[in-house]
């Protein structure tokens, strides 16, 4: 019960950071769920997490989503998950820590060497959700691939939830493959859920509260934030 207590309230708190800025809450909780989870439970608990937290994000700003790029970006996922998954294995995590840091920040703030408006939806649907499975959080990745200069951050924030959802998905699928007893978590999985759902509403009403105008540049700034410390881990972990 006391895990569950303290999984609820880290869900709730990383819940209503995603909804407000679209992006962060993800790999602050795969952070905290790590100080109180053991390994071998932590990333199918912190999908199933954010798998609940994007779907209620998603009921939230349902209005909001871009269903033309979620079309074929959801298309592109369920490609991505069965065909890299084998090819991403093979990367060392540490490795692709380094690279997906390095990838966001050129991503955020020189978008235009990599041309990333004129990704077809499929193609970021298939290249990050296959990244998802090996690297876990990758709820920067996603917003980095996103049409960001094109949309309101509504739509935005709405579309972002809708991907991360479809991904978080693939993902548990993937881990009941593998045997993942999620009826023996039920306790924890609810309080996620709740929490989750009560950190969207939350956060959405944050969102109304932050003007257009500083929304991009606080989202650049947390995207920034991220990656260094993603830069951090993996070199880190490549010199232990």
């Known amino acids: 019960m006391e895990l569950a207590l303290l999984l609820g309230l880290a869900a709730l708190f990383t819940s209503a950071i995603t909804a407000a800025m679209g992006v962060g809450g ?3 909780l795969l952070a905290l769920m790590g ?5 071998a439970m932590l990333i199918p608990l912190h999908g199933a997490a954010q798998l ?3 779907t209620s994000r998603v009921l939230v700003q349902r209005k909001h989503i871009c269903w033309s790029y979620i079309r074929p970006f959801a298309v592109g996922a369920a490609l991505g998950g069965a065909l890299l998954t084998p090819l991403a294995l093979l990367i060392p995590p540490e490795f692709g820590q380094v690279l997906l840091g390095v990838f966001i920040l050129v ?3 020189r978008a235009s060497w ?11 649907g298939g290249i990050t959700t296959g990244l998802s499975l090996v690297l876990g959080a990758t709820g920067p990745l996603v917003m980095s691939v996103l ?4 949309w309101p951050k509504e739509v935005l924030a709405g579309t972002h939830g809708m991907a991360m959802a ?5 993902k548990l699928v993937a881990f009941t493959t593998v045997g993942f007893d999620w009826a023996a978590h039920w306790p924890l999985l609810l309080a996620i859920g709740v929490a989750t759902l009560a950190g969207n509403i939350l956060g959405a009403r944050l969102l109304q509260r932050i003007p257009e105008e500083y929304f991009s540049r606080i989202l650049n700034l947390l995207l920034s934030a991220l990656a260094l410390r993603l830069i951090y881990q993996g070199l880190a972990n490549l010199n232990a």
């Open 147 to 150: 049409p960001k200069g094109q």
């Open 166 to 170: 479809i991904q978080h998905g693939i």
């Open 52 to 54: 609940m937290s994007n």
């Open 107 to 109: 991503a955020t703030w």
């Open 35 to 39: 100080q109180f989870v053991p390994p």
């Open 26 to 28: 993800g790999v602050v």
């Open 114 to 124: 990599l041309r990333l408006a004129n990704w077809h939806p499929a193609g970021s």
